[in-house]
Structures are given as structure tokens and as C-alpha cells.
Nanobody, 126 residues
């Protein structure tokens, strides 16, 4: 059974940093794109960042560009999200996801992702 387990969320002051991890088990995803999405209270889930199988393509949402960095370790079946210069508006539940198929450029649409984690809460205080 496929499982994605996120960790690393928590409470941090504005300007601080957090590193999220998402470990996949049950099968290998080394040839799939992996992504991070987030959902704030009362808002729809939105794309944050994604990475293709080789790490050579890493699109970001404009709101996090220059502050967040996505990376992956295929040997560990794990994707990471380094979040720096955090702002209160980054507060949300963060989800990792894996695409149904292989993509050269990772998709931004959540409907392209077939496996999802349970989410980890990130709260940024002002």
C-alpha cells in the first residue's frame, strides 16, 4: 500500500525557516514528479512547488519563489521543501503529492497527482 508521510511542520515566527519532508513507501516514485500543495482555512488547495524525476525542473508558485526550495532524494523516496523567510500568509496545511505518470516538466494542477499525504500544519506568527 502506498503511503506518503509528511513531517517537519510546526509553529514559527515570521522570518523563520522550516524544512518539510515527505517520505513515500509502498513503491518507488523515482520516475514520477513530486509536488507540494497547501490549503489555508477557508481557501482552496493551491500549488506551491514541484520537482521532476531528475530534479532538473522545479516550478514554483510566484508567492514562494526565491524563499522556498524543493528537492528530492530518490534513493530515500523522499521529497523536501525548505521554507525560508516565512510570512504569516504561508500559514496552511502542506500536502505532498506524486503524479500518476512521468512528466518532464512537473504539472501545477492538483488533478495530475494521484497519491497524497495526510498533510502537516505550518503556522507562521507575526
Amino acid at each position: 500500500q502506498v503511503q506518503l508521510v509528511e513531517s517537519g511542520g510546526g509553529l514559527v515566527q515570521a522570518g523563520g525557516s522550516l524544512r518539510l519532508s515527505c517520505a513515500a513507501s509502498g513503491r518507488t516514485f523515482s520516475n514520477r514528479a513530486m509536488g507540494w500543495f497547501r490549503q489555508a482555512p477557508g481557501k482552496e488547495r493551491e500549488f506551491v512547488a514541484a520537482i521532476n524525476w531528475s530534479g532538473g525542473s522545479t516550478p514554483y508558485a510566484d508567492s514562494v519563489k526565491g524563499r522556498f526550495t524543493i528537492s528530492r532524494d530518490n534513493a530515500k523516496n523522499t521529497v523536501y521543501l525548505q521554507m525560508n523567510s516565512l510570512k504569516p500568509e504561508d500559514t496552511a496545511v502542506y500536502y505532498c503529492a506524486v503524479t500518476f505518470t512521468t512528466w518532464l516538466v512537473p504539472p501545477l494542477q492538483s488533478t495530475r497527482y494521484g497519491y497524497w499525504g495526510q498533510g502537516t500544519q505550518v503556522t507562521v506568527s507575526s
